[in-house]
C-alpha cells in the first residue's frame, strides 16, 4: 500500500518569506513524487515532479521540492512567498513498481499568505 | 493545453437519484481517473480506466459504476444518490507513453444531494 501524509492542515507565512509545505510518503520501492495546487473552484493544477536524478526539483510559478530518500520526504518550497501563492497545496504518490497508475494523493495543506 | 472537461460545475439532486457524471478529455490519453475530494481526506480514487470498456476499481468503489465506450469519454454513475454522496468529484486523465506522467484534471463537480 502506498501513503501520503501532509502533517499540516494550514501554513501561514507573510508575503516576501520563503515558505515550506511538509510532505511524507510510504511506498514499496522507490516513488514517482508530486505536488499539485488547487485555487478556489478550480481543478487541479500541476507543480512539479520527482522522477529520477537530482533531488532538489523545480517547478512552476517559482516552487521547487526536495526530495529526502533518508526521511521519505517530499517538501515543497519557495524562496519568497506572494499573495497569490495563497491556496490549497496536494503532494501525491505513485510507486515505480506497484503497477497502480493512479496516484494517491495527501489530505493537503492550505496556504495563507498574508500581506 | 491537455483539456480535461466536465459536464456540470454544480449539480443538485435528491436521494435516491441516478446521477451521471461526464467527463471528457482531448488529449488521446490512456488512463481516465475519478476521484472525491472532501475537506480533511484530500483526494480519494473511486474508479479509473486504462482503455475503452476497462476499469478497475480505486479505493472507494461503493455506491459508483463507471463506463468508458469511448477513449475520450469517461462517466461516473450514482446508481441511487444518497447524501454521503455529496462531494466534490474530480476527473483526470493521464499518458501511458511515459509511466511518470502526471494526471491532468477536470474542474470539477460539486455535487448536493438532498
Known amino acids: 500500500a502506498q501513503s501520503v501524509a501532509q502533517p499540516e492542515d494550514q501554513v501561514n507565512v507573510a508575503e516576501g518569506n520563503p515558505l515550506t509545505v511538509k510532505c511524507t510518503y510510504s511506498?514499496?520501492?522507490?516513488?514517482?513524487l508530486f505536488w499539485y495546487v488547487q485555487y478556489p473552484n478550480r481543478g487541479l493544477q500541476f507543480l512539479l515532479k520527482y522522477i529520477t536524478g537530482d533531488n532538489l526539483v523545480k517547478g512552476s510559478y517559482g516552487f521547487e521540492a526536495e526530495f529526502n530518500k533518508s526521511q521519505t520526504s517530499f517538501h515543497l518550497k519557495k524562496p519568497s512567498a506572494l499573495v497569490s501563492d495563497s491556496a490549497l497545496y496536494f503532494c501525491a504518490v505513485r510507486g515505480m513498481d506497484t503497477g497502480r497508475r493512479a496516484l494517491t494523493f495527501g489530505s493537503g495543506t492550505r496556504l495563507q499568505v498574508q500581506p | 493545453d491537455v483539456k480535461v472537461t466536465q459536464s456540470s460545475r454544480y449539480l443538485v439532486k435528491r436521494t435516491g437519484e441516478k446521477v451521471f457524471l461526464e467527463c471528457v478529455q482531448d488529449?488521446?490519453?490512456?488512463?481516465m481517473f475519478w476521484y472525491r475530494q472532501d475537506p480533511g481526506l484530500g483526494l480519494r480514487l473511486i474508479y479509473f480506466s486504462y482503455d475503452v470498456k476497462m476499469k478497475e476499481k480505486g479505493d472507494i468503489p461503493e455506491g459508483y459504476s463507471v463506463s468508458r465506450e469511448k477513449k475520450e469519454r469517461f462517466s461516473l454513475i450514482l446508481e441511487s444518490a444518497s447524501t454521503n454522496q455529496t462531494s466534490m468529484y474530480l476527473c483526470a486523465s493521464s499518458s501511458d507513453r511515459d509511466l511518470y506522467n502526471e494526471q491532468f484534471f477536470g474542474p470539477g463537480t460539486r455535487l448536493t444531494v438532498l
Open positions: 488529449m488521446d490519453h490512456e488512463n
Open positions: 511506498v514499496s520501492g522507490n516513488p514517482y
